[in-house]
């Protein structure tokens, strides 16, 4: 199993970023997938979770309305839109699926936000 997270980047309050998350070495289109972040100084968190077919989501409320969630199946890759970006965003990125009751995760991607 193999995440790759990508999109990261340095961008100012009010901006605008897409992540990406690559998927390799398992079944993707059965798997239910999760975008989590981590700030300096603080534990792992939930962003947000999407199905394995895409059809339900879950958002954390400080990103509910700002971030969306997604995934293309036929390119086993993971998406998170994040909008309206805020300084408190300011984290590393992690994907992470679970296989077979086994949780895997990315490198994970730095977001800065910062004017």
């Known amino acids: 199993v193999q995440l790759v997270e990508s999109g990261g980047g340095l961008v100012q309050p009010g901006g605008s970023l897409r992540l990406s998350c690559a998927a390799t070495?398992?079944?993707?289109?059965?798997?239910?997938m999760d975008w989590h972040r981590q700030a300096p100084g603080k534990q792992r968190e939930l962003v947000a979770s999407?199905?394995?077919?895409?059809?339900?989501?879950l958002y954390a409320d400080s990103v509910k309305g700002r971030f969306t969630i997604s995934r293309d199946n036929t390119k086993n890759t993971l998406f998170l839109q994040m909008n309206s970006l805020k300084a408190e965003d300011t984290a590393v990125y992690y994907c992470?699926?679970?296989?077979?009751?086994?949780?895997?995760w990315g490198q994970g991607t730095q977001v800065t936000v910062s004017s």
């Open positions: 070495g398992f079944s993707f289109e059965n798997s239910g």
């Open positions: 999407i199905s394995a077919g895409g059809g339900r989501t």
């Open positions: 992470r699926a679970v296989v077979i009751g086994t949780l895997y």
